[in-house]
């Protein structure tokens, strides 16, 4: 076989239609487009999801929920799961180092430790968050959790914030307000001049004819 010789297999190649080309292309007329329609017409483009003018599908389906972007999600890890690093490692201190090394996590990911299984190791745990029950758990035996994230990080809303700073905002004024008051009170009240008796001059009585 010579390069010249080469050619593409049978039906892998295919010629691409000409339209437009007269009645003897055997597509004359209306080039294969049919007649009239929007679709005849030249710079037709089809919405997404056009259907035709029925309802479209993505309105027939119900619709339900949100997308909470407050929400933080965590890669769970349990006390059972800790056990078993532990007993495996022979460490005390559980990090995220750790549990990246023995392939449990990836450092991306946020950790919350859970409660299910039964912890006996005296373990001091590093993690973004833990359940209740976890860490009860963990201090019962002795151990130590290591919060990474506060309160406000572990997924409180943007309702609770604003209240707490609108709270906040409260309390530093009041004590301004109450010293302004008192101010003002302070001055409508002034003090009437004493008068001793002794001082008191009698006042002529005049009779009228």
Request: proline residues 5%.
């Given at each position: 076989m010579k390069l010249h010789e080469l050619k593409p297999a049978a039906n892998a190649t295919k010629l691409s239609k000409r339209i437009g080309r007269g009645q003897g292309s055997g597509k004359g007329g209306t080039s294969t487009k049919g007649h009239k329609g929007a679709q005849s017409?030249?710079?037709?483009?089809?919405?997404?999801g056009f259907e035709g003018?029925?309802?479209?599908?993505?309105?027939?389906?119900?619709?339900?929920g949100f997308k909470n972007i407050n929400r933080v999600e965590y890669?769970?890890?349990?006390?059972?799961?800790?056990?078993?690093?532990?007993?495996?490692?022979?460490?005390?201190?559980?990090t995220l180092e750790l549990m990246k090394a023995n392939g449990l996590i990836s450092l991306k990911d946020k950790i919350k430790i859970l409660?299910?299984?039964?912890?006996?190791?005296?373990?001091?745990?590093?993690?973004?968050?833990?359940?209740?029950?976890?860490?009860?758990?963990?201090?019962?035996?002795?151990g130590k959790c290591i919060c990474l994230m506060g309160e406000k990080e572990q997924g409180e809303g943007i309702k609770e914030k604003e209240e707490k700073t609108l709270v906040a905002e409260k309390e530093e004024e009041t004590p301004i307000k109450e010293t302004l008051v008192a101010e003002e009170v302070a001055e409508e009240i002034t003090p009437l001049?004493?008068?001793?008796?002794?001082e008191t001059e009698e006042i002529p009585v005049t009779e009228n004819n």
């Open positions: 017409r030249s710079g037709y483009s089809r919405k997404i003018g029925q309802m479209p599908i993505y309105r027939l389906v119900p619709k339900r890669s769970p890890i349990n006390l059972s799961t800790l056990q078993k690093l532990a007993d495996k490692t022979q460490q005390t201190e559980i409660g299910n299984g039964e912890i006996t190791s005296k373990l001091t745990v590093t993690a973004h968050a833990f359940s209740a029950s976890a860490k009860t758990a963990i201090e019962n035996v002795g001049p004493s008068v001793s008796t002794d």
